[in-house]
């Protein structure tokens, strides 16, 4: 009987051998549960130890993918991404030159002079910090799929030294154009050679320099210098185009007013040699200007209003008016012009032309394609202007002035008494001037025939009283003298 029986139940414990099946022994499946979890330990410790010494290697190197320039730093120490920096930039920088062509003129600068500094140490730092951020993890991630990162140098230099190249440039380049001289010389004309201008542009080649300075790391530079001509505005060929004579005049006075005639000697003198070029404008009150004595005017009969007084430059209307009539004869209309207040004794009526500085001007413009040569001269007794230019300004042409008086205004006589003067003591206060109006046409003719007819000008000379001044006062008797006794 079983020992169990006494409990009254039997149990009975499987048996492994039950269906045939063998039940796993639980030591063996800790001891394999333990190895692979010793051989996954392993891998990983294995792995971290692989990734740590990879990503170790780049303790001291720039990462991979790393370029300055165009050279690749990738593993460079950065005292080593410095020495080729170096090598590639700052060591050759002696050699290196900015070549400046200028004309038939050369100038270089030397590298060396511009104290170029390029930030090597700048930038090799900056490539050695490239991801020095990541964790170990991302780092080794990156070592496996490197990009590419692109470091650009940059450097700094001395601006002033071009700068002064470029001054020394200018002054050496730079030359003031001249303008063609002519003067009268017997029948014909002297006329010198002009000088072209050369303005070297220095802000465009200052600004040239810059760039390519800023812009190129190696190698020379060539820059061409903008050298602009400046022409001067009358050249020899132009002034040699005055060959003939196209118009002239002359005026006459009395060679006893000495002041007079002093002025009109000053005035003709002033205007002689006077050249217009194309386009340019005389001005009667600019050239010649007020008529002071520091200037060696004298005092003479003047126009003012319709009376005859005493001032400085008595006469200068005689030179406007004759300096008038040349221009005239030479096909030029004035831009301003004026006639006297009343008639003078030198010029027809219509044909004069009155100065009064400050408010009456005579102005005329070159309307030719080609230059003005003016001659102005006095003799003893007369004053002439000649105008000079080229001979296709005439063309056949002359002209031809006609005059219409078509009012004439004779003065009356006014008296004005005198109550402190004895009758029949008189006076004449005011000179009579008789007025007129009067237009002028002038008349064209082309190889001698007419082909045009203009109104000039329509003058009107004022009417001018003749005043005299006369006594009212009764004549005192002359108290009668004692018979002799």
């Given amino acids: 009987m079983d020992k169990n029986q006494n409990s009254g139940e039997v149990n009975e414990l499987p048996s492994s051998q039950d269906n045939g099946k063998k039940l796993p022994n639980k030591k063996a499946i800790i001891i394999g549960v333990s190895s692979v979890i010793t051989v996954i330990l392993l891998a990983v410790i294995g792995i971290s130890v692989h990734i740590n010494k990879t990503v170790s290697v780049y303790d001291t190197l720039i ?62 730092e900056k490539a050695f910090k490239f991801n020095r951020e990541l964790g170990v993890m991302d780092t080794y991630k990156y070592l496996k799929e490197p990009s590419t990162h692109k470091i650009e140098i940059e450097f700094t230099y001395n601006g002033d030294i071009i ?8 002054s050496e380049i730079n030359v003031e154009k001249q303008n063609a001289t002519i003067s009268k010389s017997g029948s014909g004309f002297t006329v010198t050679d002009h000088v072209v201008g050369k303005k070297l542009d220095v802000q465009a080649l200052v600004e040239e320099i810059n760039s390519k300075v800023a812009s190129t790391k190696e190698g020379n530079i060539e820059v061409e210098a903008v050298i602009n001509e400046d022409i001067p505005s009358r050249t020899r060929e132009a002034l040699e185009k005055v060959s003939v004579q196209i118009s002239s005049a002359t005026t006459y006075y009395s060679d006893s007013d000495k002041n007079r005639n002093t002025n009109i000697y000053l005035g003709a003198k002033t205007i002689n040699g006077l050249l217009l070029m194309p386009g340019e404008s005389f001005s009667f009150n600019t050239l010649v200007g007020d008529t002071t004595p520091d200037k060696g005017y004298m005092p003479g009969g003047v126009y003012v209003g319709n009376k005859v007084e005493v001032g400085y430059g008595g006469g200068i209307c005689q030179v406007s008016s004759t300096f008038h009539n040349a221009v005239i004869k030479a096909g030029i209309i004035p831009d301003q012009r004026l ?8 010029m027809d009526l219509g044909m004069d032309a009155t100065i009064a500085y400050g408010y009456i001007d005579y102005v005329f413009t070159n309307p030719f394609e080609y230059p003005i040569y003016i001659e102005g001269y006095t003799s003893s007794n007369s004053v002439t202007f000649a105008l000079y230019s080229d001979p296709s300004v005439i063309d056949g042409k002359s002209y031809e002035f006609v005059r219409d008086v078509y009012s004439v205004t004779q003065p009356k006589t006014e ?46 000379y004022q009417t001018v009283n003749k005043i005299v001044k006369r006594g009212t006062k009764p004549k005192t008797e002359a108290p009668a003298e004692n018979p002799a006794g």
């Fill in 163 to 170: 700068n002064s190249v470029a001054a020394t440039m200018e």
């Fill in 339 to 346: 006639n006297h207040s009343m008639p003078v004794g030198y």
């Fill in 415 to 460: 008296y004005k008494d005198e109550p402190t003067w004895e009758v029949g003591k008189e006076e004449v206060e005011q000179q009579p001037s008789t007025g007129y109006k009067v237009k002028v046409y002038r008349v064209t003719y082309t190889n001698g025939v007419e082909t045009e007819r203009i109104l000039m000008n329509d003058d009107n």
């Fill in 63 to 124: 990462m991979p993918g790393v370029i300055i320039e165009d050279i690749d730093m990738s593993g460079k120490t950065k005292e080593e991404a410095i020495g080729l920096l170096n090598e590639r930039f700052s060591n050759t920088i002696g050699d290196r030159l900015v070549t400046i062509t200028a004309g038939d003129k050369t100038y270089k600068i030397n590298y060396s002079d511009l104290d170029v500094q390029f930030n090597i140490e700048e930038v090799a």
